[in-house]
């Protein structure tokens, strides 16, 4: 992978001070997804962080399945974590699971409990939730709270062996109940679920809480960076709490920063399998979905989400990026990459009427003029040629420079054509269009008799491949913080379907190839939808935006 040289940030003040002090000689970082849903461009700022940091100091970064929770994980998204952490340009150190740990974790609750740090909590949910107290109020110590260690060990056991119900006892962590930070009032650090865990099965019907689990599963690796998102920072007490009793050697430190969110996108998990169950969208990797699946089948490469995240930094504080500022970064990385074609999405036949009938001239064309070393092409024009339906218009406003009856115009790489003729159907609509050409106006023979001002793409009618082009809006009409009902904000009219032509060389387009289409923008072509006859390509973006990177 390239080396960029990462910017600065605070997180990368504190590791560099680590070093120099001598508190760390190496640098652990991990990566830790919980395996209930696809990774989304939120996680990739999550993972270029954690791996380009390790990395600038040759530290290590792994990647740990958070599989803590049996009742909402699967195989499937753990195999899709995977793909996509690679997908991206990195490699971790070692995978794991914190389900490996279950053993550990369970020893480390004794210990507790043996501490006399821990108990047996046999209250409802419910009541738990009301002795909790408030922001303003103390909680309320539960009766359960004075079992004697032997009591708690013996029910601790049988709650492991099985003998009670979901949700009939939990464990408790004994802190504070008068805290003023609620995560320490007593948090459970283990609940009852008899569930199948996509790991380790049936054997296990308690499991640990998140955070009990994270800060020892960070500790067993020897994590010294434990970076996370601002909504832990007031549980980091209570990671500290963990670490220091459960009497772990290594001495984690976590590090919070503010989560990346996008305007008109949804970033939790939760709402993004919504949209998946509902069938709103065409699976996980839908390219409209801002999941790295749904990005890559849009055709973005690892290369311009990486310069994304760099970009958009590390922060303290919350804030909404704005989409556009992701699209510039694929602009930038595609505009010397993608060949430039002409694609007709929305087709209207113009005949020729004195190009000679049967003829087929190749016309030379430059692969992509921003890089001279794309080479050239040969394109065929005949007398039958498709344009777009809105570069022609009967009676045209002011200013309208492209097609209309009298008015001539240039064909990209070919020749001036004027109108001089139309046919409409029976509902008045423009079905054909006849103009006439200059042969003296071919491109690329200097001509320079006259000039015009509208320069039009095109493909020869019996040349063209049939392809279907899918344009795309947000899929969210407001932004996700703006806390209205999720599923009202959904943008109903967020894809195209259009059915038109390309040139023939496209009949041999492969899945993910990318292409700029002259004057649409650029296309990526769809993996799943693509066939034999007919190619079918993602819009990825448009050419244009009015958004700036400052730098
Ligand atoms: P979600 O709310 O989307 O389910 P999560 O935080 O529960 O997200 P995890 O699988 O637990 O998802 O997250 C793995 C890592 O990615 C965590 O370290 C988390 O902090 C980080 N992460 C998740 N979402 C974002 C985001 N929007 N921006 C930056 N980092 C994120
Ligand atoms: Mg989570």
Redesign the pocket.
């Known amino acids: 992978m390239e080396n960029k040289p990462t910017s600065s940030n605070f997180i990368r003040n504190i590791v560099i001070e680590d070093l120099e002090s001598g508190k760390h000689s190496d640098i652990i970082t991990r ?4 395996p ?2 696809y990774l ?4 990739a ?2 993972i270029v962080l954690n791996f380009e940091l390790a990395d600038e100091f040759n530290g290590k970064t792994n990647l740990r399945f ?1 599989d803590t929770n049996p009742i909402k994980e699967d195989t499937e998204y753990v195999e899709s974590i995977k793909e996509d952490v690679h997908w991206l340009g990195f490699q971790w150190d070692k995978l794991l699971f914190a389900s490996d740990y279950f053993e550990e974790m369970y020893n480390r609750a004794v210990l507790l409990i043996k501490k006399g740090k821990a108990y047996v909590c046999d209250l409802t949910p419910e009541e738990i939730r009301n002795y909790r107290g408030t922001l303003t109020e103390p909680g309320k110590e539960s009766p359960y709270r004075s079992r004697s260690v032997e009591e708690n060990m013996d029910l601790f056991q049988r709650m492991r062996k099985g003998e009670f119900k979901d949700g009939e006892k939990v464990l408790r962590a004994k802190i504070d109940m008068n805290s003023p930070n609620i995560n320490m009032r007593d948090p459970i650090i283990y609940r009852i679920a008899h569930a199948e865990h996509h790991n380790t099965g049936d054997k296990w019907c308690i499991y640990p809480m998140y955070d009990f689990a994270h800060p020892i599963e960070d500790a067993i690796e020897g994590v010294t960076h434990s ?3 601002l909504e ?1 920072e007031d549980h980091r007490p209570l990671y500290d709490w963990v670490v220091e009793e459960c009497e772990m050697e290594s001495k984690p430190q976590q590090i919070e ?1 503010a ?3 996008l305007t008109n996108t949804v ?4 709402k ?1 399998k919504l949209l998946v169950d509902e069938k709103i969208v065409d699976g996980w990797d839908d390219p409209r979905m801002p999941t790295i699946a749904g990005l890559r089948r849009r055709g973005y490469t690892p290369e311009s989400i990486r310069n994304f995240c760099r970009e958009i930094g590390v922060a303290k504080a919350s804030s909404v990026v704005d989409s556009q500022m992701l699209e510039h970064f694929i602009r930038e990385d595609l505009n010397k990459k993608a060949p430039r074609s002409m694609a007709v999405m929305r087709p209207i036949k113009v005949v020729i009427t004195n190009y000679p009938e049967g003829q087929v001239e190749w016309l030379e064309s430059e692969v992509n003029p921003d890089n001279p070393e794309a080479g050239t092409k040969m394109i065929p024009f005949s007398r039958e040629i498709y344009i777009e339906e809105e570069d022609f218009m009967e009676n045209p406003p002011k200013k309208y420079f492209r097609l209309f009856p009298g008015n001539e115009v240039r064909l990209r790489h070919a020749y001036f054509i004027k109108c001089t003729d139309f046919i409409k159907d029976e509902n008045g609509r423009v079905v054909e269009i006849h103009c006439t050409y200059d042969p003296e106006t071919k491109s690329g023979t200097g001509f320079t008799g006259r000039k015009v001002k509208g320069t039009l793409h095109w493909v020869s009618a019996s040349h063209a491949v049939p392809a279907e082009f899918r344009l795309f809006e947000p899929i969210l009409l407001e932004n996700e913080e703006d806390n209205k009902d999720f599923l009202e904000c959904i943008n109903s009219d967020s894809l195209e379907v259009l059915q038109g032509f390309v040139e023939p060389d496209m009949k041999d387009v492969k899945p993910q190839d990318k292409f700029q289409f002259v004057r649409h923008g650029y296309f990526n072509v769809d993996y799943k939808y693509t066939t034999k006859e007919k190619p079918v390509f993602n819009r990825i973006v448009s050419l244009k935006s009015s958004f700036a990177v400052k730098k």
């Not at 990566?31 to 919980?34: L, Q, T, V």
């Not at 989304?40 to 996680?43: E, K, L, S, T």
């Open positions: 990566f830790p997804p919980e209930n849903g989304h461009i939120g996680h700022k999550s958070d970076i996370c998102t832990f920063f989560r990346l969110n970033m939790s998990k939760r993004l």
